[in-house]
Protein backbone atom coordinates (compact mmCIF):
# COMPACT_ATOMS: atom_id res chain seq x y z
CA UNK A 1 0.00 0.00 0.00
CA UNK A 2 2.46 1.92 1.08
CA UNK A 3 4.97 1.71 -2.11
CA UNK A 4 1.76 2.03 -3.99
CA UNK A 5 1.16 5.84 -2.56
CA UNK A 6 4.65 6.56 -2.93
CA UNK A 7 5.09 5.72 -6.66
CA UNK A 8 1.47 7.31 -7.64
CA UNK A 9 3.06 10.31 -5.84
CA UNK A 10 5.97 10.11 -7.89
CA UNK A 11 4.06 9.60 -10.90
CA UNK A 12 2.47 12.79 -10.34
CA UNK A 13 5.91 14.75 -9.70
CA UNK A 14 7.04 13.36 -12.54
CA UNK A 15 4.01 14.35 -14.58
CA UNK A 16 4.85 18.35 -13.46
CA UNK A 17 6.66 20.89 -15.32
CA UNK A 18 8.60 23.46 -13.04
CA UNK A 19 10.11 26.48 -14.10
CA UNK A 20 13.25 25.23 -13.88
CA UNK A 21 15.70 21.74 -12.98
CA UNK A 22 18.72 21.87 -11.45
CA UNK A 23 21.37 20.85 -13.25
CA UNK A 24 23.05 17.59 -11.83
CA UNK A 25 25.82 15.68 -12.20
CA UNK A 26 26.29 11.79 -12.78
CA UNK A 27 25.53 10.49 -9.25
CA UNK A 28 28.99 7.91 -9.40
CA UNK A 29 31.13 10.92 -9.92
CA UNK A 30 29.59 12.72 -6.73
CA UNK A 31 30.29 9.82 -5.53
CA UNK A 32 34.01 9.94 -6.23
CA UNK A 33 34.58 13.42 -5.54
CA UNK A 34 32.60 12.50 -2.12
CA UNK A 35 35.00 9.49 -1.69
CA UNK A 36 38.27 12.18 -2.03
CA UNK A 37 36.96 14.72 0.40
CA UNK A 38 36.45 11.88 3.26
CA UNK A 39 40.00 10.80 2.66
CA UNK A 40 41.02 13.78 3.00
CA UNK A 41 39.18 14.83 6.21
CA UNK A 42 39.24 18.22 4.84
CA UNK A 43 35.11 19.12 4.63
CA UNK A 44 35.70 23.04 4.58
CA UNK A 45 37.47 26.39 5.50
CA UNK A 46 39.38 27.17 1.99
CA UNK A 47 40.17 23.26 1.16
CA UNK A 48 41.70 21.95 -2.69
CA UNK A 49 38.49 21.72 -4.45
CA UNK A 50 37.30 25.24 -2.74
CA UNK A 51 40.90 26.81 -4.34
CA UNK A 52 40.63 25.02 -7.43
CA UNK A 53 37.21 26.24 -8.52
CA UNK A 54 37.68 29.97 -7.30
CA UNK A 55 40.93 29.75 -9.71
CA UNK A 56 38.99 27.92 -12.70
CA UNK A 57 35.61 30.51 -12.13
CA UNK A 58 37.97 33.51 -12.72
CA UNK A 59 38.69 32.65 -16.33
CA UNK A 60 35.79 31.21 -16.73
CA UNK A 61 34.45 34.48 -15.50
CA UNK A 62 37.02 36.46 -17.10
CA UNK A 63 37.67 38.82 -14.25
CA UNK A 64 40.72 39.30 -12.41
CA UNK A 65 39.86 38.66 -8.88
CA UNK A 66 37.09 36.25 -7.11
CA UNK A 67 35.90 35.12 -4.02
CA UNK A 68 33.64 31.82 -3.27
CA UNK A 69 31.15 32.24 -0.80
CA UNK A 70 28.58 29.56 0.66
CA UNK A 71 25.33 31.29 -0.93
CA UNK A 72 24.65 34.52 -3.08
CA UNK A 73 23.04 36.34 -0.07
CA UNK A 74 26.31 35.95 2.14
CA UNK A 75 28.27 37.04 -0.62
CA UNK A 76 26.20 39.93 -1.42
CA UNK A 77 25.92 41.13 2.36
CA UNK A 78 29.67 40.84 2.33
CA UNK A 79 30.48 43.00 -0.84
CA UNK A 80 28.12 45.84 0.42
CA UNK A 81 30.34 45.53 4.04
CA UNK A 82 33.42 45.81 2.52
CA UNK A 83 32.45 49.16 1.01
CA UNK A 84 32.21 50.54 4.61
CA UNK A 85 29.66 52.56 3.78
CA UNK A 86 28.57 55.18 6.49
CA UNK A 87 25.49 53.92 8.50
CA UNK A 88 22.34 55.38 7.15
CA UNK A 89 23.88 55.71 3.60
CA UNK A 90 21.56 55.12 0.86
CA UNK A 91 21.81 52.94 -2.09
CA UNK A 92 19.73 53.23 -5.54
CA UNK A 93 18.63 49.68 -6.62
CA UNK A 94 16.03 48.26 -8.65
CA UNK A 95 12.84 47.19 -7.18
CA UNK A 96 12.48 44.42 -9.86
CA UNK A 97 14.68 41.61 -8.43
CA UNK A 98 14.62 38.72 -5.63
CA UNK A 99 14.41 39.96 -1.76
CA UNK A 100 18.25 38.77 -1.48
CA UNK A 101 19.22 42.35 -3.29
CA UNK A 102 16.98 45.10 -0.67
CA UNK A 103 17.98 43.36 1.94
CA UNK A 104 21.68 42.81 1.44
CA UNK A 105 21.92 46.20 1.94
CA UNK A 106 18.66 46.70 4.92
CA UNK A 107 21.05 44.35 7.17
CA UNK A 108 24.28 46.63 6.45
CA UNK A 109 22.17 49.30 8.27
CA UNK A 110 21.64 51.03 5.05
CA UNK A 111 18.91 52.19 3.09
CA UNK A 112 17.54 51.10 -0.39
CA UNK A 113 16.27 53.54 -2.61
CA UNK A 114 14.19 52.34 -5.21
CA UNK A 115 14.65 53.54 -8.50
CA UNK A 116 12.46 53.03 -11.71
CA UNK A 117 13.20 50.73 -14.39
CA UNK A 118 13.70 50.16 -18.17
CA UNK A 119 11.05 48.48 -20.37
CA UNK A 120 12.97 47.02 -22.69
CA UNK A 121 15.83 45.22 -20.42
CA UNK A 122 14.02 45.34 -17.06
CA UNK A 123 17.21 46.38 -15.50
CA UNK A 124 17.41 50.17 -13.38
CA UNK A 125 16.62 52.90 -15.56
CA UNK A 126 20.11 54.79 -15.64
CA UNK A 127 18.45 58.17 -17.24
CA UNK A 128 16.68 57.90 -13.45
CA UNK A 129 19.01 57.32 -11.44
CA UNK A 130 20.00 61.07 -10.56
CA UNK A 131 16.92 61.95 -9.45
CA UNK A 132 17.23 60.03 -6.40
CA UNK A 133 20.77 60.82 -5.64
CA UNK A 134 21.24 62.91 -2.17
CA UNK A 135 23.69 64.08 -0.07
CA UNK A 136 23.53 60.51 1.58
CA UNK A 137 24.05 58.40 -1.27
CA UNK A 138 26.48 56.40 -1.03
CA UNK A 139 26.28 53.66 -4.21
CA UNK A 140 24.27 51.99 -7.00
CA UNK A 141 23.30 48.85 -6.93
CA UNK A 142 22.59 47.13 -10.06
CA UNK A 143 21.31 43.88 -11.19
CA UNK A 144 21.34 41.53 -14.26
CA UNK A 145 17.75 40.29 -14.44
CA UNK A 146 17.41 37.50 -16.27
CA UNK A 147 20.47 37.92 -17.61
CA UNK A 148 20.04 41.27 -19.16
CA UNK A 149 22.55 43.57 -18.32
CA UNK A 150 22.10 47.00 -16.32
CA UNK A 151 23.64 50.07 -18.54
CA UNK A 152 27.16 49.76 -16.70
CA UNK A 153 28.66 52.33 -19.64
CA UNK A 154 26.16 55.17 -17.55
CA UNK A 155 26.20 53.92 -14.77
CA UNK A 156 29.75 54.21 -14.17
CA UNK A 157 29.39 57.96 -15.46
CA UNK A 158 27.02 58.70 -12.55
CA UNK A 159 29.00 56.64 -10.11
CA UNK A 160 32.29 58.65 -11.43
CA UNK A 161 30.31 62.15 -11.15
CA UNK A 162 29.00 61.42 -7.74
CA UNK A 163 31.87 59.49 -6.14
CA UNK A 164 29.81 56.69 -5.61
CA UNK A 165 30.20 53.19 -5.61
CA UNK A 166 28.76 50.23 -8.23
CA UNK A 167 27.79 47.07 -6.82
CA UNK A 168 25.65 44.80 -8.92
CA UNK A 169 23.93 41.73 -8.33
CA UNK A 170 25.02 39.26 -11.12
CA UNK A 171 23.08 36.01 -9.88
CA UNK A 172 21.10 35.08 -13.11
CA UNK A 173 24.42 36.05 -15.34
CA UNK A 174 26.52 33.80 -15.34
CA UNK A 175 29.11 33.75 -18.40
CA UNK A 176 27.81 36.92 -19.58
CA UNK A 177 29.99 38.83 -21.75
CA UNK A 178 29.69 42.06 -22.87
CA UNK A 179 31.54 42.88 -26.22
CA UNK A 180 33.36 40.15 -24.93
CA UNK A 181 34.19 41.47 -21.45
CA UNK A 182 33.17 39.36 -18.39
CA UNK A 183 29.90 41.10 -16.89
CA UNK A 184 31.74 40.68 -13.45
CA UNK A 185 34.33 43.23 -14.36
CA UNK A 186 31.64 46.44 -14.24
CA UNK A 187 31.57 48.71 -11.36
CA UNK A 188 33.15 47.35 -8.17
CA UNK A 189 31.63 43.90 -7.48
CA UNK A 190 29.46 42.11 -8.81
CA UNK A 191 27.80 38.61 -6.98
CA UNK A 192 27.08 35.57 -8.91
CA UNK A 193 24.42 33.08 -6.77
CA UNK A 194 25.13 29.32 -7.59
CA UNK A 195 21.83 28.15 -5.93
CA UNK A 196 20.13 24.95 -7.20
CA UNK A 197 17.59 27.15 -9.83
CA UNK A 198 20.64 28.74 -11.29
CA UNK A 199 22.27 27.73 -14.39
CA UNK A 200 25.33 27.32 -12.92
CA UNK A 201 25.10 25.71 -9.39
CA UNK A 202 26.92 24.08 -6.56
CA UNK A 203 23.48 22.93 -4.68
CA UNK A 204 23.76 26.66 -2.48
CA UNK A 205 26.81 29.00 -3.78
CA UNK A 206 27.94 32.34 -4.11
CA UNK A 207 30.81 34.56 -6.09
CA UNK A 208 32.25 37.97 -5.60
CA UNK A 209 34.48 39.39 -8.47
CA UNK A 210 36.19 42.38 -8.76
CA UNK A 211 38.80 44.63 -9.55
CA UNK A 212 40.82 46.06 -7.13
CA UNK A 213 43.58 43.88 -5.20
CA UNK A 214 43.06 45.65 -2.08
CA UNK A 215 39.66 43.57 -1.75
CA UNK A 216 41.31 40.19 -2.20
CA UNK A 217 42.58 40.70 1.54
CA UNK A 218 39.36 42.67 3.13
CA UNK A 219 36.76 40.06 1.87
CA UNK A 220 39.02 37.02 2.54
CA UNK A 221 38.99 38.28 5.93
CA UNK A 222 34.68 39.29 6.17
CA UNK A 223 34.38 35.98 4.70
CA UNK A 224 35.80 33.98 7.78
CA UNK A 225 34.61 36.46 11.01
CA UNK A 226 37.42 38.81 10.35
CA UNK A 227 39.94 36.72 11.18
CA UNK A 228 43.73 37.38 10.16
CA UNK A 229 45.47 34.78 12.07
CA UNK A 230 45.17 32.85 15.53
CA UNK A 231 45.60 36.32 17.56
CA UNK A 232 44.22 39.42 15.37
CA UNK A 233 40.56 39.75 14.74
CA UNK A 234 40.46 42.90 12.57
CA UNK A 235 36.68 43.20 10.76
CA UNK A 236 33.39 42.39 12.00
CA UNK A 237 32.97 39.47 9.55
CA UNK A 238 30.78 36.71 8.79
CA UNK A 239 30.55 33.12 8.09
CA UNK A 240 30.88 32.66 4.50
CA UNK A 241 33.02 30.04 3.65
CA UNK A 242 32.11 27.48 0.82
CA UNK A 243 32.76 23.61 1.82
CA UNK A 244 34.39 20.99 0.02
CA UNK A 245 30.84 19.29 -1.23
CA UNK A 246 29.56 22.45 -2.53
CA UNK A 247 32.78 23.11 -4.54
CA UNK A 248 33.24 19.58 -5.98
CA UNK A 249 29.63 19.60 -7.36
CA UNK A 250 30.66 22.79 -8.91
CA UNK A 251 33.62 21.27 -10.22
CA UNK A 252 31.63 18.56 -11.74
CA UNK A 253 28.84 21.28 -12.68
CA UNK A 254 31.37 23.34 -14.87
CA UNK A 255 32.14 20.66 -17.02
CA UNK A 256 27.71 20.30 -18.10
CA UNK A 257 26.97 24.19 -17.84
CA UNK A 258 28.01 25.00 -21.65
CA UNK A 259 26.04 22.09 -22.75
CA UNK A 260 23.09 22.84 -20.41
CA UNK A 261 23.48 26.62 -22.36
CA UNK A 262 23.67 24.85 -25.87
CA UNK A 263 20.18 23.11 -24.67
CA UNK A 264 18.54 25.88 -23.58
CA UNK A 265 19.65 28.08 -26.40
CA UNK A 266 17.73 25.29 -28.52
CA UNK A 267 14.28 25.65 -26.32
CA UNK A 268 14.53 29.32 -26.39
CA UNK A 269 14.65 29.01 -30.43
CA UNK A 270 11.77 27.01 -30.51
CA UNK A 271 10.05 29.31 -27.86
CA UNK A 272 10.74 32.31 -30.27
CA UNK A 273 9.60 30.58 -33.29
CA UNK A 274 6.53 29.44 -31.98
CA UNK A 275 5.61 32.98 -29.72
CA UNK A 276 6.45 35.04 -32.64
CA UNK A 277 3.81 37.08 -33.86
CA UNK A 278 1.40 36.60 -31.22
CA UNK A 279 -0.64 39.57 -30.46
CA UNK A 280 -0.17 41.02 -26.96
CA UNK A 281 3.15 38.69 -25.88
CA UNK A 282 6.32 40.44 -26.09
CA UNK A 283 9.56 38.94 -26.12
CA UNK A 284 12.57 40.63 -24.43
CA UNK A 285 15.51 40.82 -26.43
CA UNK A 286 19.14 40.58 -25.40
CA UNK A 287 21.37 43.58 -26.82
CA UNK A 288 23.36 42.60 -29.65
CA UNK A 289 26.80 43.02 -27.85
CA UNK A 290 26.00 40.56 -24.94
CA UNK A 291 25.90 37.19 -24.52
CA UNK A 292 22.95 35.43 -23.22
CA UNK A 293 23.31 32.98 -19.61
CA UNK A 294 20.29 31.19 -20.84
CA UNK A 295 18.97 31.71 -17.01
CA UNK A 296 15.25 32.15 -17.34
CA UNK A 297 12.71 32.72 -20.70
CA UNK A 298 10.64 35.46 -19.47
CA UNK A 299 7.95 36.80 -21.37
CA UNK A 300 5.38 40.16 -21.41
CA UNK A 301 1.79 40.02 -21.58
CA UNK A 302 0.62 43.19 -22.78
CA UNK A 303 -2.66 44.92 -22.35
CA UNK A 304 -3.63 44.05 -25.73
CA UNK A 305 -3.55 40.17 -25.42
CA UNK A 306 -6.98 38.40 -24.23
CA UNK A 307 -5.86 37.35 -21.01
CA UNK A 308 -3.59 38.67 -18.01
CA UNK A 309 -0.86 37.45 -16.86
CA UNK A 310 -2.27 36.32 -14.09
CA UNK A 311 -5.42 34.07 -15.67
CA UNK A 312 -2.08 32.56 -18.19
CA UNK A 313 -0.75 31.62 -14.82
CA UNK A 314 -3.62 30.26 -13.59
CA UNK A 315 -4.52 28.05 -16.68
CA UNK A 316 -1.26 26.95 -16.88
CA UNK A 317 -1.00 25.73 -12.98
CA UNK A 318 -4.30 23.85 -13.39
CA UNK A 319 -2.40 21.87 -16.31
CA UNK A 320 0.29 21.52 -14.38
CA UNK A 321 2.52 23.94 -15.50
CA UNK A 322 4.01 25.89 -13.22
CA UNK A 323 5.47 29.02 -14.50
CA UNK A 324 6.88 32.05 -12.06
CA UNK A 325 5.58 35.24 -11.58
CA UNK A 326 9.17 36.72 -11.24
CA UNK A 327 9.45 39.56 -9.88
CA UNK A 328 5.76 40.01 -8.25
CA UNK A 329 5.43 41.83 -5.88
CA UNK A 330 8.01 44.13 -6.62
CA UNK A 331 10.48 44.78 -3.56
CA UNK A 332 9.13 47.83 -2.74
CA UNK A 333 5.83 46.13 -2.12
CA UNK A 334 6.97 44.29 0.54
CA UNK A 335 5.37 44.88 4.24
CA UNK A 336 9.32 46.09 5.24
CA UNK A 337 9.48 48.28 2.28
CA UNK A 338 6.38 49.66 1.86
CA UNK A 339 6.19 52.80 4.21
CA UNK A 340 9.54 53.53 3.66
CA UNK A 341 9.18 57.56 3.11
CA UNK A 342 11.61 56.97 -0.55
CA UNK A 343 9.06 54.40 -1.74
CA UNK A 344 5.86 56.65 -1.00
CA UNK A 345 7.77 59.76 -3.23
CA UNK A 346 9.13 57.65 -5.58
CA UNK A 347 7.96 57.52 -9.03
CA UNK A 348 7.80 53.68 -10.30
CA UNK A 349 5.67 53.92 -13.21
CA UNK A 350 7.36 50.84 -15.12
CA UNK A 351 8.11 48.53 -12.82
CA UNK A 352 4.12 49.00 -11.35
CA UNK A 353 3.42 48.23 -14.55
CA UNK A 354 5.97 45.56 -15.66
CA UNK A 355 5.52 43.33 -12.68
CA UNK A 356 2.03 42.58 -13.22
CA UNK A 357 2.80 41.69 -16.88
CA UNK A 358 5.94 39.33 -16.74
CA UNK A 359 5.74 35.77 -16.46
CA UNK A 360 8.70 33.43 -16.65
CA UNK A 361 8.12 29.88 -18.56
CA UNK A 362 9.18 26.61 -17.86
CA UNK A 363 13.29 26.87 -18.78
CA UNK A 364 15.53 24.12 -18.58
CA UNK A 365 17.52 22.04 -21.03
CA UNK A 366 15.54 18.90 -20.95
CA UNK A 367 12.44 20.38 -21.24
CA UNK A 368 10.75 17.92 -24.13
CA UNK A 369 9.86 19.70 -27.07
CA UNK A 370 6.35 18.56 -26.92
CA UNK A 371 5.91 20.50 -23.98
CA UNK A 372 7.65 23.79 -25.14
CA UNK A 373 4.96 22.90 -28.13
CA UNK A 374 1.60 22.72 -25.78
CA UNK A 375 2.78 25.83 -23.55
CA UNK A 376 2.72 27.75 -26.89
CA UNK A 377 -0.37 26.54 -28.07
CA UNK A 378 -1.84 27.64 -24.58
CA UNK A 379 -0.62 30.77 -25.36
CA UNK A 380 -1.69 31.04 -29.12
CA UNK A 381 -5.23 29.66 -28.62
CA UNK A 382 -6.26 32.07 -26.26
CA UNK A 383 -7.92 34.29 -28.30
C1 LIG B 1 19.06 33.82 -6.45
C2 LIG B 1 19.21 35.29 -6.29
C3 LIG B 1 19.89 35.86 -5.20
C4 LIG B 1 20.31 35.08 -4.00
O1 LIG B 1 21.21 34.12 -4.21
P1 LIG B 1 21.30 32.86 -3.20
O2 LIG B 1 22.49 32.15 -3.72
O3 LIG B 1 20.03 32.09 -3.35
O4 LIG B 1 21.49 33.39 -1.83
C5 LIG B 1 20.10 37.23 -5.21
N1 LIG B 1 19.63 38.01 -6.19
C6 LIG B 1 18.94 37.50 -7.23
C7 LIG B 1 18.46 38.43 -8.30
C8 LIG B 1 18.68 36.13 -7.29
O5 LIG B 1 17.94 35.64 -8.31
Redesign the pocket.
Known amino acids: MISDNISKKFISEAEKIYVTQPLLPELKDVFSEIADIWQSKWITNMGVKHNELEIVLKNILKVPYGSLFN???IA?LTAVKAMDFHSGGEIITTPF??A??PHCISWNGLKPVFCDIEPDTLTIDADKIEDYITPNTVAILG?H?YGFPCNVEKIDRIAKKYNLKVIY?G??AFSTEINGKGIGTYGDITMF???AT?LFNTL???YLSYNSPELVKKIYNLRNFGIQNEELVEDIGINGKMNEIQAAIGLLNLKLYKKEQEKRKKVKALYDENLFGIKGIRIPKMPDNTTNSYQYYPIIIENDYPLTRNEIYDNFKKMNIYTRKYFYPACHDYECYKNDLSVKLANLKVVNDIKHKVLCLPYYGDLETENIIKICKVLKNAR
Open positions: NGTLTFATVVDAHSFHKEGG
